[in-house]
């Protein structure tokens, strides 16, 4: 199983240096590094764009990603357009997760219909392929198609029925283990798996100063032995050091 890392901090950290905190991650031998997008929760969560961009340009050979982009707080053309511009910054180390969302504040912040999520996302990354596979569409005309060879991978990040639609029309399911316990992330794997499902991650697991190591260690073992692809840790302001959280996983 490999081992990825969270860009962001998800606490009222003060701002910090992304380019400075992805070399120290890439360098400590993680394997991929995210970020989500949260916004309107009264912490700074910088701009999963800007993020991702400014780790791939501070970094080698790492992949990078999203966990997750809020498909429905952006209209789809604009959406095609921000990935379509990361693309010529990363190239083929970018993936990207998207969901539907799960926070109301999220979506009061842009004025958007926290209730018509789940529709709002169908009908948005329905057109979105369209764009980032033709870089065009009857209404939008982004790029030349040989600029849109169909776009990064894309991971689902969501629970509930949604884990096999996971498997059944993205490239990835990303299982947040930021409010779920390990039972059911690993049963929720199994329906996964069941379903055709290809990669899966298991993202934003939590590390703080006062965390037991060895107890982590042993959750990721189990998310290794259940079949997971990858795990992505969380390492929070005053947590242990990345070099001994990656020492965790040999």
Not at 41 to 51: A, H, I, K, Q, Y
Not at 95 to 119: E, I, K, M, N, Q
Not at 159 to 168: F, K, L, S, T
Not at 177 to 205: F, N
Request: glycine share 10%.
């Amino acid at each position: 199983m490999r081992l990825g890392a969270t860009l962001a901090h998800l606490s009222d950290a003060p701002p910090f240096a992304v380019a400075e905190w992805a070399r120290r991650l890439a360098g400590a031998g993680f394997e991929s590094l995210w970020t989500p997008q949260i916004i309107g929760r009264g912490s700074l969560v910088p701009d999963p764009f800007v993020t991702v961009a400014v780790a791939a340009t501070a970094t080698e050979g790492v992949e990078v990603g999203t966990a997750t982009v809020q498909v429905p707080l952006h209209h789809p053309a604009d959406l095609a357009h921000r990935i379509l511009s990361l693309m010529s910054v990363c190239g083929d180390r970018l993936t990207l997760g998207v969901s539907p969302g799960s926070t109301d504040a999220d979506y009061a912040t842009f004025d958007r219909d926290f209730h018509a999520r789940f529709r709002t996302f169908d009908q948005n990354v329905a057109r979105l392929r369209v764009l980032l596979a033709h870089g065009r569409d009857e209404r939008a005309d982004l790029a030349p198609a040989a600029s849109a060879t169909g776009g990064p991978p894309l991971l689902l990040g969501s629970w509930g029925a949604n884990v096999e639609r996971a498997a059944r029309e993205f490239d990835g399911w990303l299982a947040s283990g930021y409010r779920r316990t390990a039972d059911q992330i690993i049963a929720a794997h199994e329906r996964y798996r069941a379903a055709g499902g290809r990669r899966a991650i298991v993202c934003a697991v939590r590390l703080s100063g006062t965390d037991d190591l060895g107890a982590t260690g042993e959750q990721l073992q189990r998310y290794a032995e259940a079949g997971f692809d990858d795990a992505v840790v969380l390492i929070e302001p005053g947590g242990p050091d990345p070099e001994k959280v990656r020492a965790l996983l040999p």
